[in-house]
């Protein structure tokens, strides 16, 4: 398997997006079909001060046929790269997750090289201590696109850590104004939506236990259906005191274990004061 972003980046600069699964054609962004393994050469000093490792960043990635890919890099000193993506709502028949091996470097003009065991390179740029997604000549991917890699700072909080997730159970009502969405940005604050309101407000965990505090939501009155909907959100969040993943589901635990809420993965977290909002108020 190649490195999918380097297919998606060449598709982007033509204005089109090909396939985006595994097996996918080459990548077509460098002009160059599969190359031989990349030889195992450490990272030069300066690339080693420049990333920092052991680094990891995550975020989301475009996708020709879904809304995105939750991707995960990591980078290590020795110069192996594994990257892991998980599809968002994709084909049906699809492995929702996949995880790829390869080699990691700076070129001369401090990108990020990405070269998969079997593939052409791929690119990304450092934007402060992130990694945006570039395309085949080395120019960023459209902002339109979800293209930024957020490093996860050192201490990591684990596999939430910069995810965004949309509710399934809770289940969001047809005509509800917003998409219920939890998103668990990198330096602890949690943000989304309980499908009427904005919600706001921190996360953490620790020895297996999460928790989210701080909770603070708009107030914009919404119809009953939409109403009954953001309340059952709000009494899962105030029990949640653990979770897992099970495939590509996020399942929200309480104390003794049972699933108080399921999500699934999102592209972006739902942003901006909805209609008639008014000041901020706490919501546990």
Not at 117 to 133: N, V
Request: with cysteine; aromatic share 4%; net charge negative.
């Amino acid at each position: 398997m190649q490195f999918t972003l380097g297919v998606l980046a060449a598709a982007t600069a033509a204005l089109t997006l090909g396939a985006c699964g595994p097996g996918a054609g080459g990548n077509a962004g460098s002009g160059q079909g599969a190359s031989s393994s990349p030889p195992e050469e450490a990272p030069s000093a300066s690339a080693l001060a420049a990333v920092r490792p052991p680094a990891t960043f995550r975020g989301t990635l475009p996708c020709a046929d879904c809304p995105g890919i939750r991707t995960t890099l990591e980078l290590r000193a020795d110069g192996a790269a594994s990257l892991s993506r998980m599809y968002i709502e994709g084909e049906p028949d699809r492995d929702p997750v996949f995880v790829e091996k390869g080699r990691w470097t700076l070129d001369d003009q401090g990108h990020l090289v990405l070269t998969p065991t079997d593939g052409a390179p791929t690119l990304f740029a450092f934007a402060q201590d992130d990694l945006t997604a570039l395309d085949g000549s080395g120019q960023p991917l459209p902002s339109s696109l979800p293209r930024v890699l957020q490093r996860v700072p050192d201490g990591d909080m684990g596999e939430l850590a910069g995810t965004s997730w949309r509710f399934v159970d809770p289940a969001r009502v047809a005509d509800g104004p917003r998409l219920p969405t939890l998103s668990f940005a990198v330096d602890a604050r949690l943000s989304g939506s309980d499908g009427c309101n904005l919600l706001m407000g921190t996360w953490s965990v620790a020895d297996g236990h999460l928790e989210l505090g701080s909770m603070a939501t708009t107030r914009m009155a919404c119809p009953g259906p939409v109403d009954a909907t953001a309340q059952a959100i709000h009494v899962a969040l105030e029990v949640a005191a653990g979770y897992t993943i099970e495939g590509s589901e996020l399942h929200l635990l309480d104390t003794g274990s049972a699933v108080v809420a399921r999500l699934r993965p999102a592209p972006t977290a739902i942003s901006g004061a909805g209609h008639g909002s008014e000041a901020q108020s706490p919501s546990r």
